[in-house]
């Protein structure tokens, strides 16, 4: 009575409605080209290249009605007052995305690479993530389940599991024994990543002594022993949606959420393997405040101001971030990021990009953040590890502060192709030791090639594994370097606005609310 067979590897992705005598490539291809005199007024051959070199690998990984979904629900939103972000991740890099408004970041005038979010060489579902108003986030969901059937699209269900500390506190109470008691064996557990029972009875003595002298306390620990790890309850991803061509139910077995939306009983990995097109939709709060502030702004001063055309040099929002005046700006207002800004003294848009791949532990711990800085300043001298790849390292100093400058290193060094390089990267960046070594032979084979001796050519792959793992998505620095930028920009010239709609958007959260007072 039970008969199921999955299939994986294959997509389901829905089919988007296109006008009579096109296809979804042809569609595709219409609206890009007629997009290119409005995002690119003067546009040539690079651009046209480009345009065609990604189209060819959309279509041919069978993509193309992925792009028009994305942009449907996208131009949804925009027409319905809906704030939505300058785009998220890898996305940013694909010139598709910007011509579509799916973004609106210049891949070209970054240099973004397309082969970081899709290749030809890495067949995996494209991952564009949206951020949207948080207001309005359930109204795009909506939309997208009248578009293409209520029965088509889900929510993603994950799980909470029982970890060290959780587990203690519920057998405890299962087995009736004094909260205090409980409480006082769970505290012992470090807090943080990574910590199991079995490595806080290793490594705390007083821990493994009340285990092994106290047999109330040996029966509680046995038994979370079994349980830790172990799914606890079930709730809903905060963005994944998914959106399939049959009913979900064809697919994954499904549930209700508490609002009576269909839900993915699988989490989003096994959804995705099952080839389901999940979106993220993220609801971003400082969208609205920033559409919130702009609406203030018409009523009181009569300007309608344009949030994507605001100069990215500008005096003013300079000098505000360089005093540590960060309070209600995107991604700067905790004190760590804020002394990094004051220390970097940005002088325009473009020196709030390397300000979000630079504070994360990994660059703040090796003290690259702090050579960069001083490389900036002129306190250090920049050097590069080859003529060759000033190109790349100049905007950083001669530093690899980015994933996208590893896949570039690969493919002027090593003779990689840019999805070859990005496979190279990847495998940086997992630490996989068998993978490197046959990649590290191509690389000085490659370099051999250009007359690069097999010493230098090490040296270098030996520089690009080190800073792989530090090393950052520059597509989703430039989105989120614009909207701080953004924040920072309104906060300097319409400080009341900007102030009122921060504090009217956590109105609710007592110590946001009485900090930005």
Not at 276 to 282: A, I
């Amino acid at each position: 009575r039970c008969n199921v067979t999955f299939t994986f590897g294959k997509h389901k992705l829905p089919s988007f409605t296109v006008p009579e005598g096109e296809t979804a490539a042809t569609y595709l291809r219409r609206l890009c080209e007629e997009a290119l005199p409005e995002r690119y007024p003067n546009y040539g051959n690079k651009e046209k290249e480009r345009l065609d070199y990604e189209l060819g690998v959309i279509n041919q990984m069978g993509f193309a009605d992925y792009f028009l979904i994305v942009m449907d629900f996208i131009q949804y939103a925009k027409t319905h007052g809906i704030p939505i972000g300058p785009g998220r991740g890898s996305a940013a890099g694909s010139i598709v995305s910007y011509l579509l408004h799916i973004t609106e970041v210049d891949p070209l005038r970054f240099h973004l690479l397309f082969e970081r979010f899709l290749n030809p060489e890495r067949i995996s579902m494209p991952d564009i993530d949206t951020d949207l108003c948080y207001r309005g986030r359930g109204q795009v969901i909506e939309y997208l389940a009248k578009k293409y059937g209520e029965d088509h699209v889900a929510q993603i269900i994950t799980f909470g599991t029982l970890a060290a500390r959780a587990v203690i506190r519920d057998v405890g109470r299962v087995l009736s024994m004094p909260l205090r008691e409980v409480d006082r064996i769970a505290k012992m557990i470090p807090s943080g990543p990574g910590v199991t029972l079995r490595t806080t009875l290793e490594r705390s003595k007083e821990f493994a002594e009340l285990y092994a002298s106290d047999s109330n306390i040996h029966r509680l620990i046995d038994h979370c022993l079994d349980l830790e790890g172990l799914s606890r309850n079930s709730g809903t991803h905060a963005a994944g949606v998914v959106i399939c061509s049959e009913p979900v139910e064809e697919y994954v077995p499904i549930q209700l959420t508490q609002d009576n939306f269909i839900q993915t009983q699988y989490e989003k990995d096994l959804d995705e393997e099952l080839g389901l097109l999940k979106m993220d939709l993220l609801g971003l709060r400082n969208l609205t405040v920033i559409h919130d502030a702009l609406e203030m702004i018409k009523t009181n001063r009569g300007i309608a101001l344009d949030i994507e055309a605001i100069p990215h040099v500008d005096e003013l929002t300079c000098k505000m971030l360089c005093s540590g005046d960060t309070v209600g700006v995107f991604q700067s207002e905790s004190s760590g990021f804020t002394s990094l800004l004051m220390q970097l003294e940005p002088e325009c848009f473009e020196d709030l990009i390397p300000m979000v791949a630079l504070y994360r532990p990994g660059p703040l711990g090796s003290g690259m953040a702090e050579d960069f800085i001083n490389r900036k300043h002129g306190k250090t001298a920049v050097d590069y590890p080859h003529p060759l790849l000033e190109t790349i390292l100049k905007e950083t100093y001669g530093i690899i502060l980015y994933q996208e400058q590893v896949m570039q290193i690969a493919s002027v060094m090593g003779g990689f192709s840019l999805g070859q390089a990005d496979r190279l990267r990847r495998a940086m960046g997992h630490k996989e030791p068998e993978i490197l070594q046959a990649q590290r032979e191509l690389f000085v084979k490659g370099a051999a090639v250009q007359k690069i001796s097999e010493e230098i050519a090490n040296r270098v792959f030996d520089l690009m594994v080190h800073f792989a793992g530090y090393g950052f998505n520059k597509s989703h620095s430039v989105c989120y370097g614009w909207i701080a930028w953004q924040t920072a920009y309104l906060k300097a010239h319409y400080r009341p606005e900007f102030m009122a709609a921060m504090m009217t958007c956590y109105n609710g959260d007592r110590n946001k609310v009485s900090r930005y007072i």
